[in-house]
């Protein structure tokens, strides 16, 4: 969009270095060639077994992991001192790393009977070196948190024996405990296969599709089509992180991403820094429940409930579009209460030029048919759609300069999808030994116990805990690894308590998603706050302000499955248009808060008939639809009396 708004590059935009993010480094060189060397095979090891060669599981992730640690401890340093060059330590890692790789390949026969359970010569060894790696790899890109974490449920393991109550177990010897990890039951766990089968695919995608000129196209849509209405850069923030996180792994990456340019627009315009900040965060995070790829975590999710995916995406598609409405109305209402104005026509990319290039959506429209119409798999839809964003490519690029694309570009592509899967592929191999660790010890079981114990056996209660432990267990860490590791735990409790599993599944994460945004450690809200130069922990409290629609209606769908589009045509229907007036009225209670006209009283009341309607049922509905009548005509009369007082002071 830069290049309809001269002004764009006049604010200087610091982008957030957490510690994770400062160890990337910039290689160039014959380091180069070999990443260029190493994605591009990556990349043809994928299509070949997805498309035309099966094999074996766990052959497939641990070659997949094995891709990422070669480019991974090149592109990860160990420490902000080791930043210039690839060290002796990143290359034994790599070696420790290929290592375990061959050993399992020459092994595996045996291996598939043992590993897990009777570990037998080089195993410990070898199993080790596995868990040191990803250890290790998990540290450099996503930072200590989940590493901690991983190492508390390994020493759990062992001291079950000294632990009181629930959390007794007779524990585990150290060779039983590397075995296990080093296993399909830890790290090449159902998180890890779920990459390397799927994610790997769509962020491939999601690079070709940058290459072709469609993420510069759906923001140039975004700014034509909400552009000139009032606040409009918050709004096309809404629209083009919206379109662009639904592809994006994490939502920090969006956030860096988009927010670059639309935050310093929406300050310009009139926007506080902590607001403009909160809306780029909260259009980020959205990104990741929103159809048809949910920021990956939704193959995840498939995986573990054993459901097609098209049935999962469908029902996402009503919470999702309600979330967005929200946070769209909460935008124009404050728009409209500190009177900002939209960007001129001038600025704003023309819609025939929009028009003229509309082509370059078709491959997320392929995509969309071969998953909904021709109810393809998931794997054959997104190759598909790989090879539609690289034929648009191709044609973009002869129609805009007449010209092909050169190796470089051809590589430099590649490379960006490899990388771009680095961080996901890392915490799902870790998230994978947390997951083995509580399958091994029974905790995960034992957890569930504890929150349906906890609760008292009321529902209500429970949704609050499993909410509150979703997003501890889900801050710092990547979408798809924040919901992992709850999902395993918590969902079993709520099943237990009589919630359908895919509403379950559901409710983690949306919670997950939005631990990115929750303070004390909302990672997409302090890279927000460092591109706005605003208080991060501000920018984390606006933040779940205006997202709060994304806290309550995952209570609403687990009450009411319509939200889930489960039910009779015409409940759906009444469900539909209920919610998306329920959250507009949560949006007026939630910008009350800064309207002097608005009271207390009434904004409670707002919320209180926003609960009404979001909840699906008849007699909600009705007393929701009657307290917003009454609401209205009330703010009506108010108006016109303060109206007609400053007449009579006129007077």
Not at 329 to 357: F, H, T
Not at 562 to 578: E, Y
Request: aromatic content about 10%; hydrophobic content about 50%.
């Amino acid at each position: 969009m830069n290049q309809h708004d001269p002004q764009a590059k006049t604010d200087e935009v610091v982008i957030p270095q957490e510690e994770h993010v400062s160890l990337k480094r910039t290689i160039s060189g014959k380091t180069l060639i070999f990443v260029y060397l190493v994605t591009v095979l990556m990349a043809i090891y994928h299509i070949y077994i997805l498309a035309f060669s099966p094999t074996d599981p766990w052959i497939f992730s641990i070659t997949h992991l094995n891709f990422v640690m070669v480019i991974g401890f090149i592109y990860y340093a160990a420490h902000k001192h080791f930043l210039h060059s690839v060290s002796i330590l990143d290359i034994l890692l790599i070696l420790a790393s290929l290592s375990t790789y061959v050993y399992v390949m020459y092994h595996f026969t045996e291996l598939i009977d043992r590993a897990g359970v009777l570990p037998e010569g080089y195993d410990m060894l070898f199993g080790c070196l596995a868990i040191i790696t990803v250890l290790e790899l998990s540290r450099r890109t996503a930072g200590w948190v989940l590493t901690l974490l991983v190492v508390v449920f390994l020493i759990y393991c062992v001291v079950g024996p000294w632990l009181p109550g629930l959390l007794w177990h007779k524990g585990y010897s150290l060779e039983r405990i590397v075995s296990y990890m080093f296993s399909p039951q830890g790290i090449y766990n159902i998180p890890l296969g779920t990459t390397a089968r799927f994610v790997y695919i769509f962020v491939l995608f999601g690079a070709f599709l940058e290459l072709s000129g469609a993420a510069p196209f759906f923001m140039d849509f975004a700014y034509a089509a909400a552009g000139r209405s009032r606040g409009g850069p918050a709004k096309v923030a809404i629209i083009s992180s919206g379109l662009l996180g639904m592809v994006n792994g994490t939502s920090t990456g969006n956030v860096v991403t988009t927010g670059t340019l639309t935050i310093p627009l929406m300050k310009r315009t009139g926007y506080s820094p902590s607001f403009a900040g909160a809306v780029e965060a909260c259009a980020s995070t959205g990104g990741q429940i929103m159809p048809p790829v949910m920021g990956a975590a939704v193959f995840l999710m498939a995986q573990m409930i054993n459901m097609p995916y098209t049935e999962i995406m469908v029902a996402a598609t009503l919470p999702a579009l309600l979330y967005y409405v929200a946070l769209y109305m909460s935008v124009d209402l404050e728009a409209g209460r500190i009177r900002l104005m939209g960007v001129s026509r001038d600025k704003l990319p023309p819609w025939k030029n929009i028009r003229r290039k509309a082509y370059l959506s078709l491959p997320v429209f392929v995509l969309l048919y071969c998953l909904l119409i021709m109810q393809a798999s998931v794997v054959f839809s997104g190759l598909v759609a790989l090879v539609s964003a690289i034929g648009i490519g191709i044609v973009e690029r002869r129609l805009s300069s007449g010209s092909m694309f050169t190796m470089k570009e051809w590589c430099e592509t590649i490379k960006d999808g490899g990388m771009n899967v680095i961080q996901i592929t890392a915490t799902c191999a870790a998230a994978g030994m947390i997951m083995g660790a509580l399958t091994l010890t029974g905790l995960g079981l034992k957890i569930a116990s504890i929150v349906v114990s906890l609760s008292g056996g009321n529902l209500f209660v429970c949704l609050v805990l499993t909410m509150l432990l979703t997003i501890l267990l889900g801050m710092g860490l990547p979408t798809i690894a924040a919901y992992a590791i709850p999902a395993s735990v918590v969902v079993p409790a709520l099943v237990d308590m009589g919630v359908p599993e895919l509403a379950a599944h559901m409710f983690v994460l949306y919670y997950a998603s939005l631990s990115a945004i929750t303070p004390p450690v909302a990672l997409a809200s302090f890279a927000a706050a460092a591109i706005a130069h605003s208080n991060p922990l501000k920018v984390s409290c606006v933040s779940v302000r205006l997202g709060i629609a994304g806290f309550i209606i995952p209570y609403m769908f687990v009450y009411g499955p319509q939200l889930l589009l489960v039910g009779d045509p015409l409940s759906i229907a009444q469900a539909c248009i209920t919610a998306i007036v329920g959250v507009i009225a949560l949006s007026i209670a939630i910008i009350g808060y800064l309207k002097t006209s608005v009271s207390h009283a009434e904004r409670a009341l707002y919320v209180a008939c926003a609960m009404l309607l979001i909840k699906p049922g008849f007699i909600t509905d009705i007393a929701g639809c009657g307290l917003l009548v009454a609401l209205i005509l009330w703010n009506v009369r108010k108006s016109r009396q303060a109206r007609t007082d400053g007449e009579k002071v006129q007077a």
